[in-house]
């Protein structure tokens, strides 16, 4: 191990020839930001102004010319996609220069695979093993629903999942449940931390990490020994922090810690990017940094190199109505370029096949597919998109929607290998006791629980392994795996347990035996030529997993039988490529130094292959929806959230509706609408040539047409950069281009008085529960499967220049409303009060935010029907039905 305080010492420049060279492809203020070398930097960096060239050259400058050992710097991003960008492109620059070898040594992460690495090493700390097992959201979920029942509150999805905000919320501001308790405003914060607290015992107890605690386990560490800051704080001497916009309180707290030692911190952001307040970043961050940082240098990058001036002016239009921002003046040298291309539609379909046809025509001008994007403020906005994309044979991608490590199949055999590796975790272990079916129902989880409460033995894993050890002596008339001697409380657990049917009692043995079997192999060594696909190959034969998948949904059985097969490549590849160095670099301080592997019952020692799980599986749990994304081939959709940091030549942005965007969930938040304002501001700059912008003036949501107005935002952007398609259904009018001067003035003058304005117009945003919307959680797909995905849309696309006459009778400007389409229009136009065939008007309801309200209006039937309901305090809401709960 090195030195570092020597090695600091002993930095010396070593000029060199070409990356003086290579700097000189940066303009003034890049370079000037690339050759800072100490004390803290904030790079106001405006879109597509070059902030990743300049941290990569950075970094290459930082080894080459400054002599600091590339182990010293620590590159922190937000999407695994951005920190491989990083990676690659400082690997270039360095091996152009003869220094291939350093490229590797710097540690280039997200901010949440480098708090897990730190917390799988400081784990103890926090009463956890290495091994500890990272919740998705919905483990999450599981887990507070288990914890409601256990301290005797009533099981409601809504309020596991209200519960489960205020939680994330909680770990954003890096507050422990004693911070925030700390912190309570009232009441109901107080009950908000006691459950968090329970909550939070729950997760150590199943030795689990949920994604708040990764960053949140690192502060509480350095909040109790300052000494580990101090070491980490040593060991990365140069730090750089990209999208700074988006920290939130916690991150900015662990960058605090990590420059207790120095202020070598170089952070890159823009305030008008940040769109990520409703995951608790904070503008803040970047509004205040010198407060924090008095010395800090600050460089402006002006200079736009990715759009025209065109889109460039567009996205200042919008931009420059947001009242607080930090003074920067974008400018580009890419004078003029295309109008940016507004068009109405008459509804949503229409919408879509007008982006469908105009991509066909584009390409059979010489565009490639993948010059194009689609973006959208929600997900749910995808399906009319594809459906007529595909009518068009246009070979597209859809970043986001679920994900390949959320689909069941997956999640089953990843929950075996978790609990292999960590048996303690409840959530998995519940998902894989009785799958494929062992005949453990619930009453044997009863008895099970009854047998861990009898034992105190706290985890079903413990208690399976009791249970089962007694029901095989049973059975085989041999001794009974449990401790000597036999007491009352064995008796009584035994006794439960032979109550149990015969199929029960052999599928706790079964279940026992897999797990068992899976440890072991997981804990044997690789010198004995065992392998992590070996472990994953023996569990789909040992569980009869494929057969199990024919059983139980034969129609999708060959997808979900091909997904498993996904799945052990991927293992494969992944151990093929593992680099043991990659989880942490040599000389890494910690409290571990050995590294403890998974405590396999204390009784193992920790294995290579134990290694590669545990690295695998904290991948999966860390995927980010733009890392399957294939580059090149295939026309992309995606959120306007995923979008950030990427651009493409044509962007479509589709939607451009008051209330759809901007959302405008909570009216009463004015910061919510200069976050949309910032949201659109990302969308129109993502475009390199051509920008489009839709509106469909009205659209089906959740069954329903509702009529719609165009968003504020196409009214902010100058009549003289915008020209309306001909075949759009309103020819000018509503984007105010052709009003005349004093209405066009009129528009502009209301300034932030349209956010009460907003407030008025409230037909579906506000009240309708967030969970509705799926805005962007942005799951991923693996390469494979997005492969699969493009590969049929491929196989399916028409012939170059021959459009498939299906898709051209779908074309907005021939189309006449198809028949069921105008029956739903009707229906949508007899209003609520025709439709109540459950007579819910006048009931009293509850609902996990606004709390005790009355129906007054009600549409359609059963669990989606929607109620237009009054809370007192919240005035009128509406809110699908499975949302509330009817109390009569
Ligand atoms: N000095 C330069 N000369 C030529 N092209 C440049 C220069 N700096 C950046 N670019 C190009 O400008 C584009 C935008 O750069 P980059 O992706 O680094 O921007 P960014 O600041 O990260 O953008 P955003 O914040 O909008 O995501 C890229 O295509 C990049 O190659």
């Given at each position: 191990m090195r030195n570092k305080r020597v090695v600091f010492l002993l930095a010396l420049p070593l000029p060199d020839r070409s990356i003086m060279t290579l700097l000189d492809h940066l303009n003034p203020p890049q370079k000037l930001a690339a050759e800072h070398r100490d004390g803290p930097l904030l790079i106001l960096a405006g879109a597509g102004s070059g902030k990743t060239r300049v941290i990569t050259y950075r970094i290459a400058k930082l080894i080459m010319d400054y002599g600091v050992y590339p182990e010293q710097i620590l590159a922190l991003t937000f999407t695994n996609k951005a920190a491989g960008e990083m990676r690659e492109r400082v690997d270039a620059i360095l091996s152009e220069n003869g220094r291939e070898t350093d490229a590797a040594g710097v540690t280039i992460a997200t901010f949440h695979s480098f708090c897990a690495r730190l917390l799988r090493r400081n784990a103890e700390l926090l009463g956890l093993t290495p091994s500890f097992t990272i919740y998705d959201s919905d483990d999450q979920l599981k887990l507070i629903k288990a914890v409601m029942e256990q301290v005797g509150m009533p099981k409601d999805n809504g309020e596991a999942k209200r519960l489960r905000g205020a939680i994330g919320q909680f770990k954003n501001q890096g507050w422990t449940p004693a911070l925030a308790h700390e912190n309570a405003f009232n009441s109901y914060d107080e009950e908000d931390a006691t459950f968090y607290e329970a909550y939070q015992k729950a997760l150590v107890q199943a030795n689990c990490a949920d994604f708040g605690d990764l960053i949140l386990g690192v502060i509480t560490i350095f909040r109790t020994h300052p000494r580990i800051a101090d070491s980490y704080s040593r060991h990365w001497r140069y730090q750089m922090v990209d999208e700074f916009q988006d920290t939130n309180p916690a991150q900015y707290a662990l960058l605090k810690f990590l420059t207790r030692t120095h202020d070598n911190l170089c952070v890159v952001g823009d305030d008008d990017q940040a769109i990520y307040r409703w995951r608790g970043a904070t503008v803040a961050n970047i509004m205040g940094f010198e407060e924090d940082f008095p010395d800090a240098k600050i460089i402006k990058l002006e200079q736009n190199y990715r759009s025209t001036e065109v889109i460039l002016k567009a996205a200042n239009d919008v931009i420059q109505h947001n009242p607080t921002r930090r003074d920067k003046t974008l400018w580009t040298a890419r004078e003029g370029g295309d109008l940016v291309t507004c068009f109405t539609a008459r509804d949503d379909r229409e919408e879509a096949s007008y982006v469908a046809r105009q991509i066909h025509d584009l390409t059979r001008l010489?565009?490639?597919?993948?010059?194009f994007a689609v973006f959208y403020r929600t997900n749910a906005q995808s399906r009319q998109i594809e459906e007529q994309l595909q009518n068009g044979g246009v070979p597209y991608q859809v970043i986001g929607g679920m994900s390949f490590y959320e689909r069941s199949e997956i999640k089953d055999i990843l929950g075996y290998l978790k609990v292999a590796l960590n048996?303690?975790?409840p959530v998995d272990f519940l998902r894989i006791i009785n799958t494929p079916s062992r005949g453990i129902g619930k009453v044997s989880l009863g008895k099970l629980e009854r047998v861990a409460e009898i034992r105190g033995v706290g985890t079903f894993y413990r208690a399976l392994r009791y249970a089962a050890g007694m029901l095989e002596a049973g059975a085989l008339g041999d001794t009974p795996i449990v401790p000597e001697p036999f007491g009352p409380d064995d008796e009584e657990a035994l006794e439960a347990l032979q109550k149990l049917g015969g199929r029960s009692k052999k599928g706790m043995i079964d279940a026992c035996e897999v797990v068992v079997a899976l440890r072991d192999q997981i804990g044997a060594d690789a010198a004995d030529g065992n392998s992590l696909s070996q472990v994953a190959n023996f569990l789909v034969e040992r569980i009869h997993y494929m057969d199990y998948l024919d059983r139980d949904d034969p129609e999708r059985a060959e997808d979900r039988r091909n997904n498993v097969v996904e799945l052990l490549h991927a293992l494969e590849e992944f151990e093929e490529d593992f680099d043991p160095d990659q989880l942490l670099n040599e000389d890494l301080p910690g409290q571990g130094e050995d590294d403890e592997a998974p405590d396999f019952d204390g009784e193992s020692e920790p294995t290579v292959v134990s290694q590669i799980l545990r690295a695998f599986l904290e991948r999966s749990a860390l995927v980010h929806a733009t890392d399957g994304m294939e580059e090149g081939r295939t026309t992309t959709l995606m959120t306007v959230h995923g979008a950030k940091g990427l651009e493409f030549d044509t962007v479509f942005l589709v939607g451009m509706e008051d209330e759809l965007f901007p959302s405008l969930r909570d009216m009463s938040d004015i910061e919510e609408l200069h976050e949309e304002r910032r949201l659109a501001y990302v969308a129109i700059t993502r475009a390199r040539h051509k920008l489009y912008i839709t509106n469909a003036q009205s659209r089906r949501i959740y069954g329903q047409i509702r009529q719609t107005e165009p968003s504020r935002f196409l009214r902010d952007i100058d009549p003289e950069r915008i020209e309306i398609d001909?075949?759009?259904?309103?020819?000018?009018i509503e984007y105010g281009h052709r009003a005349s001067a004093p209405n066009r003035r009129r528009v502009r003058d209301r300034g932030y008085d349209e956010f009460q304005q907003a407030s008025d117009a409230n037909y579906f945003g506000d009240g309708v529960d967030q969970d509705l919307w799926e805005f962007d959680q942005s799951p991923p797909m693996i390469k494979g499967e997005v492969g699969r995905a493009v590969q049929q849309t491929l196989d399916a696309a028409p012939p170059e220049g021959d459009f498939d006459p299906s898709f051209s009778q779908l074309s907005p400007w021939e189309d006449d409303l198809s028949a069921d389409w105008q029956q739903e229009s009707d229906f949508a136009a007899s209003g609520p009060s025709a439709t109540d065939p459950e007579g819910l008007t006048g009931k009293t309801v509850s609902h996990s935010r606004f709390g005790i309200g009355k129906i007054t209006g009600v549409s359609g039937d059963g669990p989606k029907a929607v109620l237009t309901i009054n809370f007192p305090g919240h005035g009128a809401r509406t809110i699908i039905r499975k949302f509330v709960k009817i109390l009569g």
């Open positions: 010489g565009a490639d597919w993948g010059d048996p303690d975790n001909p075949k759009s259904t309103s020819q000018s």
